[in-house]
C-alpha cells in the first residue's frame, strides 16, 4: 500500500511570521489526518521557523532546493545539513522553476539527489514537460530522459526512499490542470521506467505525486487514478482553507 503524500510548494511566498501562522491554523485541520501525510515547503528563509512551528503535529517541513556538497565556496546555497539543522525532513529536487530559471541538468538533479539521499533528507523529485513536448508527442522521451539521468546511479534501496512529483509544465501555475486519464498516463509510464531500472517491487512502491493547478475541486478525480500517489500543490496551497480541502480529498 502506498501512502499518499499532498505537499505544499509555496515557492518564493510567505515570510517567517507569515509561515508559523500558516502552520498554526493547518496544524488543527490535520491532527486528525491519518489517510496521507502532509508536507510543506516553504522559502530557506522561514524553514526553523515552519519547522519549529510544525513539531509534534507530523507536518513534515521541506526544503525548494539543496546543494550537493556539505559546504563550500557556493555562494546562495544551502547544504543538505543545513537543511537537517533547520528541521526540514524532505527536499524538492528538479523543479522545472529551478531548470527553467537556473538552468538545472538532469546531472545535477543526480548530485543533489544522492547528497540528499546520504544526508536523510526525503526527496520529492520533479520531472514533466512543456508545452512544446507534449504537442510534439515527445512525453515520454522527455520523462524517461529526466528519470534516466536524475536517478543514475542509485541503488533499488536508495530509490527505495525517494517521493517522485509528475509536473506538466503547461499546467503549473496556469489553471490547466492535465485530466486525471492525462495524468494517469504519465504516472503509468514513470511507474514503468521504475520497474525497467529498480525492479518491480521498488516500482509498485514509489510514491508519485501529480503537480499542476491542482485544487479542492479537481483533487478527488486525481486521487482515484490508480497510479496517481497524491499531489505537490502550488498556489493552493498558499491559503490554510484551499491546501485544508486539498488533504481532505476524501470527502470532497
Ligand atoms: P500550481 O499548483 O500553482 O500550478 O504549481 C504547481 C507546482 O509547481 C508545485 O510544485
Known amino acids: ?4 503524500v499532498i505537499a ?8 517567517r511570521g507569515e509561515a508559523v501562522t500558516f502552520i498554526e491554523e493547518l496544524k488543527p485541520r490535520v ?8 508536507v510543506v515547503a516553504p522559502p530557506f528563509t ?5 519547522a519549529q512551528a510544525a513539531k509534534g503535529s507530523g507536518i513534515g517541513i521541506a526544503a ?3 546543494h550537493w556538497d556539505a559546504e563550500g565556496a557556493h555562494t546562495g546555497d544551502v547544504s543538505p545539513k543545513m537543511l537537517l539543522d533547520a528541521g526540514c525532513s524532505h527536499v524538492i529536487i528538479g ?3 529551478r531548470r527553467h530559471d537556473h538552468g538545472e541538468t538532469d546531472e545535477e538533479v543526480n548530485r543533489k ?15 514533466g514537460e512543456t508545452l512544446e513536448e507534449r504537442e510534439s508527442n515527445q512525453t515520454q522521451q522527455v520523462l524517461q530522459r529526466q528519470f534516466q539521468g536524475g536517478f543514475a546511479g542509485l541503488t533499488p534501496s536508495e530509490f527505495s526512499r525517494i517521493i517522485m512529483a509528475y509536473e506538466p509544465v503547461w499546467a503549473i501555475g496556469t489553471g490547466r490542470t492535465a485530466t486525471p486519464e492525462q495524468a494517469q498516463e504519465s504516472h503509468a509510464y514513470l511507474r514503468e521506467l521504475a520497474r525497467a531500472q529498480f525492479g518491480e517491487e521498488r516500482a509498485q512502491a514509489v510514491r508519485i505525486l501529480y503537480g499542476g493547478s491542482v485544487k479542492p475541486e479537481n483533487i478527488k478525480g486525481l486521487m482515484a487514478q490508480q497510479d496517481l500517489d497524491g499531489a505537490l500543490v502550488g498556489g493552493a496551497s498558499l491559503k490554510v482553507g484551499s491546501f485544508a480541502g486539498i488533504i481532505d480529498y476524501p470527502a470532497a
Open 1 to 4: 500500500m502506498r501512502r499518499p
Open 8 to 15: 505544499g510548494n509555496w515557492k518564493m511566498f510567505k515570510t
Open 31 to 38: 491532527a486528525n489526518v491519518t489517510h496521507c501525510e502532509v
Open 46 to 50: 522561514a524553514l526553523a521557523d515552519a
Open 64 to 66: 525548494q532546493d539543496v
Open 95 to 97: 523543479h522545472s522553476e
Open 113 to 127: 539527489l544522492k547528497a540528499a539521499l546520504a544526508a536523510g533528507l526525503t526527496p520529492i523529485v520533479c520531472v
